[in-house]
């Protein structure tokens, strides 16, 4: 139905996408499987007219497509749902599901009743409860994620190609978009999917296209492929351990919460982290995990309850506060609290840490283009250079480079909330085996992750959280996922 005919794509002289030949058809999930930065974001959004390809073109329903821009391929019928979420805050969730498309009552006005009334069946398509009246800034990461699906879903597509929609979506949310993608197949609409979750492709791809640095390895059934074989096509070798082995945690007693309280997200919190340790806050969605994180950092300050760091009672009101106390954390939303998006990959890299490279009262730029080099190499940040936009990076490779600048701080205990998120399978194992370093040289890791395995492989002890009060606090070593999950759920 929709068919790319050797797409390349050049970015200033780099070749990102080499002759690419790729055919998606009705009725069938197509799964674009890839590291970080390999290509797939760049030739979905040629897919959906947002960039011109250099070389090749789209064959759409038997004829060449020229598509100039995202609108045309939206009236051809190919609508994309996008990796890096675009919402416009100051709109109610309603005109966000329906821009561009406004139900138009009498005199052309949009009619507002039909527009919300749209919305909530869009909304319950995918079985979200929430209200089309809200606005869009007020929604958290994952509820903006389900607005997003919203709106390409209601385009009535022929063709939905969707970059990572689950990245933020709990497992809830998640069943509720693999029913929806199930009755688009139905319909015989051509999906096009991007994940870095491995049971989700194998549960949802009729067909999988691996990608390496911009070239196609492969294009197979599903049925033929199983998770080992897969990753050793993504990066070009099998992958032995992804998990480490667990640094012994020491006596010392690093952090110290008490009776942490900012109602209603969270009361009565304690725990302590030592040094050498990594507690993991486990718990669903809404359970108080950010909440209680962004206090430690300064974000949105507890309203009781002490923090104790290294034994002394700890103030911490702003970042800059938590930084100067030798704390760092990796944010679960790098758009809206992480990364600068008008700075170059070097830049956001060093931004928490500038006063390590002061010589006077200036920044000496050589010691500061040295970090960042160390920084980009140390963590394998794919980029053109240290100048290149942090926007123009891959997903994944954004979140590497918030973990550098996190690091380059030099903290003693660093909150990692939701830390691989949209990253691949190589580089996760990489991030592994840093947070279990960093634990080995005596820095203490408070790690937030909806991911179980995750959290039961690389944490000592796990902190449940549930509807905003600890429900249990577990060894990680003598439980598994149904102990968690079982403290976790409301009772
Ligand atoms: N607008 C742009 N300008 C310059 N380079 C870009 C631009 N967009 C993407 N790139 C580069 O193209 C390469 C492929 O990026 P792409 O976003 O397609 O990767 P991806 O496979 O989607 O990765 P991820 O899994 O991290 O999302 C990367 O090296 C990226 O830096
Ligand atoms: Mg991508």
Redesign the pocket.
Known sequence: MLRALELRKD??GLT?LHPTSLDLRPGEVHALM?E???????LMKVLAGLYRPDAGHIEWRGRRADFGSPHDALVAGIAMIH?ELMPIPDLTVAENITLGDEPCGRFGRIDRGAQLARAKELLGELEADMDPARLMRTLTVAQTQVVEIAKALGRKADVVLMDEPTAALSDHEVAALFRAIGRLKARGVAVAYTT?KMDEVFRLADRISV?RDGRLVGTAPASELNPSRLIAMMVGRELADVFPVRATPSAEVLLEVTGLTREPAYRDVSFQVKRGEVVALAGLMGAGRTEVVSALYGLQPATSGTIRLKGRPLRVSTPQDAIAAGIGMVNEDRKGLGLIPALGVGQNITLAALRRFANGPMVDPATEAAAVTAGMKDFAI??SGPGQPIT??????QQKALLARCLLTDPELIILDEPTR?I?IGAKAEIYALIQQLARSGKAVLLVSSELPEVLSLAHRIVVLRRGTVAATLDAATTDQETVLRHAMPS
Request: proline share 0%; net charge positive; no cysteine.
């Open positions: 970015f200033g990102v890839g970080n930065g390999a290509g797939k974001s760049t990796q870095h990608l794919k980029a123009q990076l891959s997903g994944g490779n949209g691949d």
